[in-house]
């Protein structure tokens, strides 16, 4: 099941919710420190704990790590670390995709039944919202064939939602 809301993410009450994090996970600006800042200092000192893959880089692009969500009503905080968007012809697509699938799985994986989605990469990061949310679509309509959890994208700004709901109503939903 997919459900679209306009909100703040921090505080919704479901299992996991989905960090637009950069590759450090140490907290930065918009969704990312939104979140930091409700789950508390707990969250910062837990992502420090996440091993380094290369120097700086804790979660590369594309890849997903999961935390406790300490002071927030959700269990769980999946950070991932989205594509800054050039031109969508470096890859961007791809790595977008693989956010939303690597997080996907670390929610089943840890047996999450609903998840919350903000819309990756399309603030300072600059990825258009719409080739964004088709691509958030597509992938959350590819899992759910196969798991049965509850899929949340919550946008902040009126017109995400409205984009999201376009989407899905031309799927049939």
């Not at 939303?100 to 990825?127: D, H, M, Q, W």
Request: contains cysteine; neutral net charge; hydrophobic residues 40%.
């Amino acid at each position: 099941m997919i459900k679209i809301i306009q909100g703040d993410i921090t505080t919704l009450a479901v299992d996991a919710i989905v960090n637009a994090a950069n590759q450090v996970m140490l907290g930065g600006g918009g969704v990312d420190g939104a979140i930091h800042r409700a789950a508390g200092r707990e969250l910062y000192e837990a992502c420090l704990k996440v091993p380094e893959v290369q120097p700086g880089v804790r979660c590369p692009t594309g890849e997903a790590r999961i935390t406790p969500g300490f002071n927030l009503p959700a269990k769980f905080v999946i950070h991932t670390v989205g594509p800054v968007y050039r031109d969508g012809q470096h890859g961007e697509p791809e790595k977008l995709a693989a956010c939303y699938r690597n997080s996907l799985a670390l929610a089943a994986e840890n047996g999450c039944k609903s998840v919350a989605f903000p819309c990756i990469s399309t603030g300072v990061y600059g990825y258009p919202i719409g080739d964004a949310a088709k691509i958030a679509v597509r992938e959350a309509e590819a899992f759910l064939k196969t798991h049965d959890i509850e899929v949340v994208f919550c946008c902040l700004l009126s017109g995400d939602k409205k984009i999201y709901g376009q989407l899905l109503k031309g799927n049939g939903k």
